[in-house]
């Protein structure tokens, strides 16, 4: 896993890396889900299978979005 700062324009655009766009087939105009998890943002490409399902699973799983978030902050506390 690659960890990479993106920078937010002043039109709150971000440009994802050239490589993450081709391994995720994210061309122009290409689609991707933003969750905001409190003090995480999640971004994951669109579409009906795959990975959404299996996440949406997970985070059900761990009890929601919230306390999803808020177990990932206190094993992490840098993420805060």
């Known amino acids: ?40 943002i999640l971004i994951v490409p669109a579409g009906s299978g795959g990975l959404r399902p299996m996440l949406r699973e997970a985070i059900e799983e761990a009890g929601g979005c919230a306390t999803l978030a808020a177990k990932v902050a206190n094993e992490e506390p ?3």
Request: hydrophobic share 45%; glycine share 12%; no cysteine.
């Open 1 to 40: 896993m690659e960890v990479g700062i993106l920078k937010v324009s002043e039109r709150g655009q971000i440009a994802l890396p050239a490589e993450a766009r081709r391994r995720w087939h994210l061309s122009s105009g290409g689609a991707v889900e933003v969750v905001d998890l409190g003090p995480a």
């Open 78 to 80: 840098e993420l805060e």
